[in-house]
């Protein structure tokens, strides 16, 4: 879908421009959608800037908007061998048994998915999953993979319900330099044509 794609009252937009005026809001519900549960995580504005919007642009940024422009969701997603989230990166490279599971290099990352909470529950997150997996089959990607936190996720049995397979490793955060109440992050991943053409393609 290109930019300005509707849903609803809802408006989902691909992001391209580091300097996009939605910045504002994409921080805003970032940091709103992340301090709620399981994470409970506090960032401050340059930290979501610095760390998240950057690093994602020129790969893949959704956004989606209310009727007044507002950001009312996000998702994000770049190569798994991409040096956006180098850390994510390293950890999946080192497990053994990814080459068994999905090549990295033909692989997006989901990295982030956040979406407020009176917009939940009408199918923003499955859109922004759709939206995803079409910059990454543009891009001649073949599978997905991605984290999320191993008790109370919101996003786990969304990514579930279209096949996703759980990874047989879990992941320490505990000495991450977020303070988080979530200290482990289970691995999720799956074949994106799968997803879409058995599960999704209504």
């Known amino acids: 879908m290109s930019?300005?794609?509707?849903?609803?009252?809802?408006?989902?937009?691909?992001?391209?421009?580091?300097?996009?005026?939605?910045?504002?809001?994409?921080?805003?519900?970032?940091?709103?959608?992340?301090?709620?549960?399981?994470?409970?995580?506090?960032?401050?504005?340059?930290?979501?800037?610095?760390?998240?919007?950057?690093?994602?642009?020129g790969h893949g940024?959704?956004?989606?908007t209310n009727s007044t422009g507002m950001v009312v969701g996000l998702a994000c997603c770049h190569s798994v061998v991409a040096e956006t989230e180098p850390s994510i990166r390293d950890y999946i490279l080192s497990r053994p048994e990814v080459p068994s599971l999905f090549?990295?290099?033909?692989?997006?990352?989901?990295?982030?998915l956040a979406v407020r909470e009176q917009y939940r529950r009408r199918g923003l997150g499955k859109r922004f999953i759709i939206e995803r997996?079409?910059?990454?089959?543009?891009?001649?990607?073949?599978s997905y993979c991605t984290r999320t936190a191993d008790r109370s996720s919101n996003s786990r049995a969304l990514y579930e319900r279209i096949g996703a397979k759980l990874a047989p490793f879990v992941q320490d955060v505990s000495s991450g330099g977020v303070e988080s109440a979530s200290k482990a992050r289970i691995y999720l991943y799956g074949s994106i044509a799968e997803a879409l053409d058995l599960h999704w393609n209504d």
Not at 133 to 142: N, P
């Open 133 to 142: 997996f079409a910059w990454g089959r543009e891009h001649g990607f073949e």
């Open 61 to 64: 940024i959704v956004l989606a």
């Open 3 to 57: 930019d300005n794609g509707h849903h609803g009252s809802i408006t989902v937009h691909r992001i391209s421009d580091i300097d996009d005026p939605r910045l504002a809001g994409f921080i805003a519900t970032y940091q709103d959608v992340f301090a709620g549960p399981p994470y409970f995580e506090k960032y401050a504005e340059q930290e979501v800037v610095d760390n998240v919007w950057k690093p994602h642009i």
């Open 103 to 112: 090549d990295p290099s033909r692989t997006i990352f989901m990295s982030e």
